[in-house]
């Protein structure tokens, strides 16, 4: 079992950043990858960022890609978010996901996520 908990999330203005942490508990999050979703009102969940168990490998969408800085230091059982050059858009409730099962890259979609956490609302102001 894998328990998520997501801070650091609030109200900034366009332009500015953030950077979310993961809380895991559990003796799996070395060996799981983690991702971090997001949910806007009225849309679905929609990938952001991953990172491999080791923290090698890293994945982002499109949307966010050179904005966006996924990292983990598994000594702290925690996964950060570093978010820059925020934007109106990326205004959404933002979820942390572990990945307990063994893949060679971490994964994009949240059928490869077993983990989650209850989410960090994110309110960029225009």
């Known amino acids: 079992q894998v328990q998520l908990v997501e801070s650091g999330g609030g109200l900034v203005q366009a332009g500015g950043s953030l950077r979310l942490s993961c809380a895991a508990s559990?003796?799996?999050?070395?060996?799981?990858?983690m991702g971090w979703f997001r949910q806007a009102p009225g849309q679905e969940r929609e990938f952001v960022a991953a990172?491999?168990?080791?923290?090698?490998?890293?994945r982002y969408a499109d949307s966010v890609k050179g904005r966006v800085t996924i990292s983990r230091d598994n000594g702290k059982n925690t996964v950060y978010l570093q978010m820059n050059s925020l934007k109106p858009d990326d205004t959404a409730v933002y979820y942390c996901?572990?990945?307990?099962?063994?893949?060679?890259?971490?994964?994009?979609?949240?059928?490869?996520?077993?983990?989650w956490g209850q989410g960090t609302q994110v309110t960029v102001s225009s």
């Open positions: 996901a572990a990945d307990s099962y063994y893949r060679v890259v971490p994964g994009t979609s949240l059928s490869e996520y077993n983990y």
């Open positions: 559990g003796r799996t999050f070395s060996s799981s990858a």
């Open positions: 990172i491999s168990q080791t923290g090698d490998t890293t």
